[in-house]
């Protein structure tokens, strides 16, 4: 994401850009929303409006770098909205004339659920949605990448290196299958990696006013998913 030489908005097209960063931003909110006791249709309903809510007044072009990241600036838009909503308790307004993101409920309703078991106030609660959001999304883009350079079997076999080191016999596995030597399936593990981290990297950079916030957001990523 990219700010001018004044440091000034966090969307320098909000249009174009703001309903992406709600479609990464929807299931970490919804699980916020669950977590304070809203049902599920009440948390659907909420997450909505208040995306409706952002678009139609497009409050990314006040951001300064000074008012903090954007994760930190949706938490507190969500509690101001919420507080705006039981004083209007408008529900037949929500949308503002725009059509509702596709979210995919259940498999946030699921999230939300295996998240029930892990004592957290609702902030934890919304920090961890964002974090393995932001992996999910970079996992999809590694995994683009793959398809585009047809190596989708590779992808298949060595993506499950991602998450923990393979020993020497699992390594082998892999380069019988794909046709390799152990060396290079060590290699293509290694590569696999950095470019994730860089896909990583780039979900994160979307979220910060300015280059340098992005260290922040990757250290307190690794943070929230070590907690």
């Given amino acids: 994401m990219s700010c001018g030489p004044q440091g000034t908005p966090i969307l320098a097209a909000a249009g174009r850009r703001s309903r992406i960063l709600c479609r990464t931003y929807w299931e970490p909110l919804y ?8 049902d599920r249709e009440e948390a659907q309903d909420l997450t909505q409006a208040f995306f409706a809510h952002l678009l139609a007044r497009n409050p990314f072009t006040t951001l300064s770098p000074a008012k903090g990241k954007f994760r930190s600036f949706l938490l507190k838009s969500i509690q101001h909205f919420l507080a705006d909503q039981n004083d209007r308790n408008s529900a037949a307004k929500r949308g503002g004339g725009l059509s509702p993101l596709p979210l995919e409920t259940n498999v946030a309703e699921r999230h939300y659920e295996e998240e029930r078991g892990k004592p957290s106030v609702p902030e934890a609660i919304f920090d961890r949605r964002w974090a393995v959001t932001l992996l999910n999304r ?5 995994q683009e990448d793959f398809m585009a350079g047809d190596k989708a079997v590779q992808f298949v076999e060595l993506s499950v290196f991602l998450a923990a080191e393979g020993n020497a016999e699992e390594y082998a596995t892999a380069a019988g299958k794909l046709q390799m030597s152990t060396g290079a399936v060590a290699v293509a593990v290694h590569r696999m990696r950095v470019r994730y981290r860089e896909c990583i990297r780039a979900e994160v950079a979307h979220t910060v006013l300015l280059p340098g916030e992005a260290d922040d957001e990757m250290r307190y990523l690794l943070e929230v998913l070590c907690q």
């Fill in 31 to 38: 699980a916020y929303l669950r977590s304070l006791g809203h």
């Fill in 138 to 142: 970079a996992f999809a883009a590694l």
